[in-house]
Protein backbone atom coordinates (compact mmCIF):
# COMPACT_ATOMS: atom_id res chain seq x y z
CA UNK A 1 0.00 0.00 0.00
CA UNK A 2 1.23 3.47 -0.72
CA UNK A 3 0.69 6.97 0.44
CA UNK A 4 -0.37 9.33 -2.17
CA UNK A 5 -1.08 13.38 -2.43
CA UNK A 6 -3.15 14.46 -5.61
CA UNK A 7 -3.31 17.87 -6.44
CA UNK A 8 -6.62 19.01 -8.38
CA UNK A 9 -8.61 15.17 -7.15
CA UNK A 10 -12.08 17.02 -6.42
CA UNK A 11 -12.89 16.46 -9.80
CA UNK A 12 -11.72 15.06 -13.56
CA UNK A 13 -8.65 12.30 -13.85
CA UNK A 14 -7.24 13.63 -10.56
CA UNK A 15 -10.81 12.13 -8.75
CA UNK A 16 -10.67 9.48 -11.14
CA UNK A 17 -7.06 8.69 -10.73
CA UNK A 18 -7.69 8.84 -6.75
CA UNK A 19 -10.91 6.54 -6.66
CA UNK A 20 -8.80 3.91 -8.41
CA UNK A 21 -5.86 3.84 -6.05
CA UNK A 22 -8.32 3.86 -3.13
CA UNK A 23 -10.06 0.96 -4.58
CA UNK A 24 -6.67 -0.85 -4.88
CA UNK A 25 -6.18 -0.25 -1.12
CA UNK A 26 -3.80 2.64 -1.37
CA UNK A 27 -4.11 5.56 1.15
CA UNK A 28 -4.92 8.73 -0.94
CA UNK A 29 -5.19 12.75 0.56
CA UNK A 30 -7.15 14.69 -1.89
CA UNK A 31 -6.42 18.76 -2.76
CA UNK A 32 -9.22 20.65 -3.38
CA UNK A 33 -9.10 24.51 -4.22
CA UNK A 34 -11.61 25.74 -1.65
CA UNK A 35 -13.81 24.37 1.29
CA UNK A 36 -17.03 24.17 -0.92
CA UNK A 37 -15.33 22.01 -3.33
CA UNK A 38 -13.92 19.76 -0.42
CA UNK A 39 -17.34 19.56 0.82
CA UNK A 40 -18.73 18.58 -2.22
CA UNK A 41 -15.99 15.69 -3.03
CA UNK A 42 -16.72 14.60 0.81
CA UNK A 43 -20.56 13.53 -0.14
CA UNK A 44 -18.82 11.09 -2.78
CA UNK A 45 -15.77 9.72 -0.61
CA UNK A 46 -16.94 10.54 2.89
CA UNK A 47 -13.67 9.35 4.84
CA UNK A 48 -10.95 10.67 2.69
CA UNK A 49 -8.77 13.43 3.49
CA UNK A 50 -8.68 16.74 1.92
CA UNK A 51 -6.24 19.78 2.34
CA UNK A 52 -7.15 22.75 0.81
CA UNK A 53 -5.26 25.46 -1.28
CA UNK A 54 -6.24 27.73 -3.89
CA UNK A 55 -2.62 27.30 -6.55
CA UNK A 56 -3.09 30.32 -8.00
CA UNK A 57 -2.50 32.14 -4.77
CA UNK A 58 1.22 31.58 -3.83
CA UNK A 59 0.34 32.08 -0.13
CA UNK A 60 -1.92 29.74 -0.12
CA UNK A 61 0.68 27.27 -2.23
CA UNK A 62 3.05 27.64 0.76
CA UNK A 63 0.12 27.23 3.29
CA UNK A 64 -0.80 23.86 1.28
CA UNK A 65 2.79 22.61 1.11
CA UNK A 66 2.45 22.89 5.46
CA UNK A 67 -0.04 21.04 5.18
CA UNK A 68 1.37 18.52 3.00
CA UNK A 69 4.52 18.15 5.45
CA UNK A 70 2.13 17.71 8.33
CA UNK A 71 0.71 14.74 6.61
CA UNK A 72 3.55 13.37 5.28
CA UNK A 73 5.69 11.10 4.57
CA UNK A 74 4.39 10.16 1.13
CA UNK A 75 4.98 7.73 -1.27
CA UNK A 76 3.93 9.55 -4.34
CA UNK A 77 2.83 13.00 -5.00
CA UNK A 78 1.26 13.79 -8.29
CA UNK A 79 1.18 17.73 -9.49
CA UNK A 80 -2.04 16.75 -11.45
CA UNK A 81 -4.33 20.21 -11.48
CA UNK A 82 -3.93 22.31 -14.02
CA UNK A 83 -6.42 25.13 -16.49
CA UNK A 84 -6.35 25.21 -19.99
CA UNK A 85 -7.63 28.84 -20.43
CA UNK A 86 -7.08 32.06 -19.15
CA UNK A 87 -4.93 34.85 -18.22
CA UNK A 88 -1.02 33.89 -18.97
CA UNK A 89 -0.73 34.78 -15.76
CA UNK A 90 -3.17 32.75 -14.13
CA UNK A 91 -2.62 29.78 -16.67
CA UNK A 92 1.36 29.89 -15.20
CA UNK A 93 0.47 30.57 -11.84
CA UNK A 94 -1.61 27.59 -11.56
CA UNK A 95 0.34 24.79 -14.16
CA UNK A 96 3.72 26.06 -13.53
CA UNK A 97 4.20 27.90 -10.37
CA UNK A 98 2.66 25.79 -8.01
CA UNK A 99 3.86 22.33 -8.72
CA UNK A 100 7.69 24.48 -8.89
CA UNK A 101 6.59 25.79 -5.47
CA UNK A 102 5.47 22.18 -4.24
CA UNK A 103 8.13 20.04 -5.65
CA UNK A 104 10.61 22.97 -3.45
CA UNK A 105 8.71 23.51 -0.18
CA UNK A 106 7.74 19.66 0.52
CA UNK A 107 9.37 16.95 1.95
CA UNK A 108 10.84 14.78 -0.85
CA UNK A 109 8.13 11.50 -1.57
CA UNK A 110 9.62 8.28 -3.39
CA UNK A 111 7.60 9.16 -6.58
CA UNK A 112 6.92 12.34 -8.69
CA UNK A 113 4.85 12.36 -11.43
CA UNK A 114 3.48 15.61 -13.66
CA UNK A 115 0.87 16.20 -15.80
CA UNK A 116 1.62 17.19 -18.98
CA UNK A 117 0.29 17.27 -22.67
CA UNK A 118 1.13 16.12 -26.03
CA UNK A 119 -0.29 19.49 -27.24
CA UNK A 120 3.59 20.77 -25.50
CA UNK A 121 5.11 19.72 -28.88
CA UNK A 122 6.51 23.06 -30.51
CA UNK A 123 4.95 25.64 -28.31
CA UNK A 124 6.47 29.01 -27.53
CA UNK A 125 8.87 29.35 -24.84
CA UNK A 126 10.11 32.61 -23.80
CA UNK A 127 11.92 32.27 -20.82
CA UNK A 128 12.68 35.93 -19.90
CA UNK A 129 8.70 36.37 -19.91
CA UNK A 130 7.38 33.85 -18.47
CA UNK A 131 4.38 35.27 -16.75
CA UNK A 132 2.81 36.78 -19.88
CA UNK A 133 3.31 34.22 -22.67
CA UNK A 134 2.42 31.21 -21.13
CA UNK A 135 -0.69 29.79 -23.09
CA UNK A 136 -1.55 26.03 -22.23
CA UNK A 137 1.11 24.49 -24.49
CA UNK A 138 3.61 26.77 -23.07
CA UNK A 139 3.09 25.90 -19.41
CA UNK A 140 2.67 22.19 -20.26
CA UNK A 141 6.41 22.59 -22.11
CA UNK A 142 7.78 23.77 -19.01
CA UNK A 143 5.95 21.43 -17.02
CA UNK A 144 7.74 18.92 -19.08
CA UNK A 145 11.08 20.30 -18.36
CA UNK A 146 10.61 20.89 -14.71
CA UNK A 147 9.91 16.87 -14.57
CA UNK A 148 12.96 16.32 -16.62
CA UNK A 149 14.98 18.38 -14.21
CA UNK A 150 13.72 16.53 -11.14
CA UNK A 151 14.91 13.27 -12.29
CA UNK A 152 18.04 14.69 -13.48
CA UNK A 153 18.66 16.83 -10.00
CA UNK A 154 16.79 14.06 -7.59
CA UNK A 155 18.32 10.30 -8.58
CA UNK A 156 16.90 8.93 -5.77
CA UNK A 157 12.90 10.17 -6.55
CA UNK A 158 11.61 8.59 -9.37
CA UNK A 159 10.15 11.42 -11.23
CA UNK A 160 8.12 11.23 -14.56
CA UNK A 161 5.50 12.58 -16.76
CA UNK A 162 2.34 12.15 -18.27
CA UNK A 163 0.10 13.23 -21.38
CA UNK A 164 -3.06 11.41 -20.58
CA UNK A 165 -4.39 12.30 -23.83
CA UNK A 166 -7.59 14.35 -25.03
CA UNK A 167 -10.12 13.18 -22.75
CA UNK A 168 -13.55 13.79 -22.14
CA UNK A 169 -13.65 15.36 -18.61
CA UNK A 170 -15.01 19.44 -17.71
CA UNK A 171 -11.69 20.64 -19.22
CA UNK A 172 -11.69 18.12 -22.45
CA UNK A 173 -14.70 18.79 -23.28
CA UNK A 174 -17.60 16.42 -25.11
CA UNK A 175 -15.68 16.35 -28.32
CA UNK A 176 -12.37 14.56 -26.94
CA UNK A 177 -11.93 11.59 -28.48
CA UNK A 178 -9.44 10.01 -26.24
CA UNK A 179 -9.90 7.09 -23.60
CA UNK A 180 -10.96 8.36 -20.40
CA UNK A 181 -9.69 5.03 -18.38
CA UNK A 182 -6.46 5.39 -20.15
CA UNK A 183 -6.36 8.75 -19.45
CA UNK A 184 -5.49 7.96 -15.31
CA UNK A 185 -4.53 4.68 -15.56
CA UNK A 186 -0.93 6.31 -15.80
CA UNK A 187 -0.81 7.92 -13.41
CA UNK A 188 -2.23 5.36 -11.27
CA UNK A 189 0.59 2.57 -12.71
CA UNK A 190 3.36 5.36 -11.53
CA UNK A 191 2.07 5.80 -8.47
CA UNK A 192 1.94 2.50 -7.14
CA UNK A 193 4.78 1.07 -9.16
CA UNK A 194 7.54 -0.05 -7.16
CA UNK A 195 9.73 -0.37 -10.01
CA UNK A 196 12.22 3.17 -8.63
CA UNK A 197 14.06 2.65 -12.00
CA UNK A 198 11.33 4.63 -14.03
CA UNK A 199 12.87 7.92 -14.21
CA UNK A 200 12.84 11.12 -16.17
CA UNK A 201 10.38 9.39 -19.01
CA UNK A 202 6.99 10.85 -20.81
CA UNK A 203 4.29 8.71 -20.76
CA UNK A 204 1.34 8.10 -23.36
CA UNK A 205 -1.03 5.92 -22.01
CA UNK A 206 1.13 3.96 -19.86
CA UNK A 207 4.13 3.74 -22.22
CA UNK A 208 7.21 5.43 -23.69
CA UNK A 209 6.15 8.48 -25.95
CA UNK A 210 7.59 11.03 -28.02
CA UNK A 211 8.37 14.50 -26.77
CA UNK A 212 10.09 17.90 -27.69
CA UNK A 213 13.48 17.63 -27.34
CA UNK A 214 14.19 21.29 -25.74
CA UNK A 215 12.91 18.91 -22.51
CA UNK A 216 16.02 17.48 -22.12
CA UNK A 217 18.25 20.54 -23.09
CA UNK A 218 19.78 20.94 -19.23
CA UNK A 219 20.65 25.20 -20.19
CA UNK A 220 16.81 25.36 -20.90
CA UNK A 221 16.33 23.69 -18.32
CA UNK A 222 18.58 25.33 -15.37
CA UNK A 223 17.09 28.95 -16.94
CA UNK A 224 13.65 27.64 -16.55
CA UNK A 225 14.08 27.12 -12.68
CA UNK A 226 16.08 30.15 -12.54
CA UNK A 227 13.35 32.40 -13.44
CA UNK A 228 11.18 30.33 -11.30
CA UNK A 229 13.30 30.64 -8.33
CA UNK A 230 13.32 34.71 -9.11
CA UNK A 231 9.57 34.73 -9.47
CA UNK A 232 8.80 33.20 -6.63
CA UNK A 233 11.73 33.55 -3.96
CA UNK A 234 11.85 29.94 -3.84
CA UNK A 235 15.16 28.02 -4.01
CA UNK A 236 14.61 23.83 -4.85
CA UNK A 237 17.10 22.61 -2.31
CA UNK A 238 19.95 20.75 -3.08
Known amino acids: MSKIFITGSTDGLGLLAAKKLISMGNEVVLHARNQKRADDVHQELPNSKILIG ?46 YLLTALVKRPKRLVYISSGMHKGSSLDLNHLETTTGYSSSKLQVLMLSKAMARLWPN ?69 NQLAKITGVQLPN
Open 54 to 99: NLSNKSEVEDLAEQINNNSPFDTIIHNAGIASGSSQLIFQINVVAP
Open 157 to 225: VSTNAIDPGWVPTKMGGQNANDDLEQGYAGQVWLASTANSSITGQYFYHSKPSQYDSRADDTSLQQQLL
